[in-house]
Structure formats: structure tokens, C-alpha cells
Nanobody, 114 residues
Framework: QVQLVESGGGLVQPGGSLRLSCVAS?????MGWYRQAPGKQRELVAQ???????TYADSVKGRFTISRDNAKNTVYLQMNNLKSEDTAVYYC???????????WGQGTQVTVSS
């Protein structure tokens, strides 16, 4: 069982930046971030393998950057040029296979509003 603890959410104005962090209780091949806006399904934002190969949703390419520190079992999501449509609860995820999720964090709220 892998436990995930997120931090870094909050309120930011459009065009602003936030950095999310997630610490895992153990090492796992894939770590990533999903998000869920009110009334919408949870969607993949970005994932990264232990070898630091990233994948991104088209909606965040060029604005978000995912990275990880394997020594600290930590994944980060740097979010720049935030838009109102990025408002959602962001969930850290961990998985054994790319494109899936086996473990979830508790979620952190990101609100983009003026």
C-alpha cells in the first residue's frame, strides 16, 4: 500500500502560478496528477515515470511541468499561466503501469479566479 500526501493548492489569479507537491510513502514506477472540476469526470493532467519520462494532457501542454525526485519519492506539478478552467481538485496518483492509477491522495483544491 502506497500513501500519498499532497500540498500546494490555493487561490490564484488568472495568469498566475502554483506548485503542487506530493510525497509517497514508498517508491513506485509512475506518479502523476489528475483533476476533477465540479460536475465533470476526473481527468489525467500529467504523469511521469521513474525514468522521468512525462506525459501531459493537451490542455496543459506548454503551461504545466511535471517532475519527480526519486530519492524523496516526491512528484511536483509546476502550473504556470493558470486559467479559470484549471479550477479543480487536484489528486496525486501513483501506479505500476503508465496510464493507470492504483493509489490516490486526498486531493488539494486549486482555484483560479480574479
Amino acid at each position: 500500500q502506497v500513501q500519498l500526501v499532497e500540498s500546494g493548492g490555493g487561490l490564484v489569479q488568472p495568469g498566475g502560478s502554483l506548485r503542487l507537491s506530493c510525497v509517497a510513502s514508498g517508491s513506485i514506477y509512475v506518479m502523476g496528477w489528475y483533476r476533477q472540476a465540479p460536475g465533470k469526470q476526473r481527468e489525467l493532467v500529467a504523469q511521469i515515470t521513474r525514468r522521468s519520462t512525462p506525459t501531459y494532457a493537451d490542455s496543459v501542454k506548454g503551461r504545466f511541468t511535471i517532475s519527480r525526485d526519486n530519492a524523496k519519492n516526491t512528484v511536483y506539478l509546476q502550473m504556470n499561466n493558470l486559467k479559470s478552467e484549471d479550477t479543480a481538485v487536484y489528486y496525486c496518483s501513483a501506479a505500476f503501469v503508465l496510464g493507470t492509477s492504483d493509489y490516490w491522495g486526498q486531493g488539494t483544491q486549486v482555484t483560479v479566479s480574479s
